[in-house]
């Protein structure tokens, strides 16, 4: 069983996260910029560290409604599962990981100026974390 990839795809980064081999915890890796080697970028992380499963998550507004970033997700989420041939590519509700990311941020005492950097691949471990505690029922 590999390793499971977590994608909070933005409109000028893309957060990244990835599970232990035990798939119990979530940890962030540097952002990727959002442009024609994003795709690339995530074929290679998938090869280099054993990723047999790809988490895109899929912004939907409160309401329920999708929105232009949910349509750039699902354009994500489409090249991935066409390009990736040995990994499997799911798509997950991220409804509030941006928030929890830069709360939990603010509690450690990071400042938002501080942060920006920071917040994509945090809400992206908040994203992996949460398919992650499903699998285990939590």
Do not use: N
Request: glycine share 8%; hydrophobic share 45%; with cysteine.
């Amino acid at each position: 069983m590999g390793r499971i990839l977590g994608l909070d795809p933005g409109s000028k980064r893309c957060g990244v996260a990835i599970s232990d081999s035990a798939r119990t915890m979530a940890f962030p890796r540097p952002a990727f910029s959002v442009d024609d080697s994003l795709v690339v970028l995530v074929t290679q992380i998938v090869e280099d560290e054993s990723v047999d499963l790809v988490v895109v998550g899929r912004p939907i507004a409160l309401s329920g409604r999708e929105t232009a970033s949910t349509l750039m997700a699902d354009g994500l989420f489409h090249e991935l599962r066409a390009a990736l041939l040995r990994a499997t590519v799911i798509q997950w509700d991220e409804r509030l990981t941006t928030h929890e990311a830069t709360r939990g941020l603010h509690a450690a005492g990071h400042r938002s100026a501080d942060h920006r950097d920071r917040i994509d691949s945090a809400a992206a471990v908040v994203l992996l974390q949460h398919y992650l505690d499903g699998l285990r029922g939590s």
